[in-house]
């Protein structure tokens, strides 16, 4: 969760909203939770497109990399869970007001690349970084039917 979470910041360094790229141990729980869910949710996000993710036992398998399309639908699955976890914690769509729990980008995938094609980007970033995350956790990524290890 910590490298989703470190992927994030690295990638939105230029965001105004300060609180969600505070360092983890002083990150708001609602921003630690999410990265959780999301690492939680990766491995059978890729496990959707046909992936297969084993334990890596030490050996570093190289993966050639995400297709546009694989990348295209991993962000679209992202965007579905990111939005699922939001509403389950209280918060609704509406221009953006953490107090009152209330997110302009809590639609649709197709709406949200029409209306924010710049958090489409970002969705499509942090999903690009999957398998690289799950391989510093000793995790590889596959192709191919589930006993290719």
Request: proline share 7%.
């Amino acid at each position: 969760a910590r490298d989703f979470r470190e992927r994030y910041r690295q990638s939105n360094v230029h965001k105004v909203r300060p609180d969600t790229l505070k360092p983890w141990e002083a990150l708001p729980e609602t921003y630690r939770a999410a990265s959780r869910a999301q690492a939680a949710h990766a491995v059978r996000m890729l496990e959707q497109l046909g992936l297969q993710v084993r334990a890596g036992n030490g050996l570093s398998v190289p993966f050639a990399g995400l297709a546009a399309e694989e990348i295209d639908r991993l962000a679209e699955m992202e965007h579905g869970r990111w939005v699922i976890e939001r509403l389950r914690d209280g918060w609704r769509p509406g221009p953006r007001d953490d107090a009152h729990k209330r997110h302009d980008c809590l639609v649709p995938w197709a709406e949200l690349k029409a209306s924010r094609p710049d958090v489409a980007e970002l969705k499509r970033l942090a999903v690009v970084a999957f398998p690289d995350i799950l391989r510093r956790a000793g995790l590889v990524v596959l192709r191919g039917p589930a006993d290719a290890t």
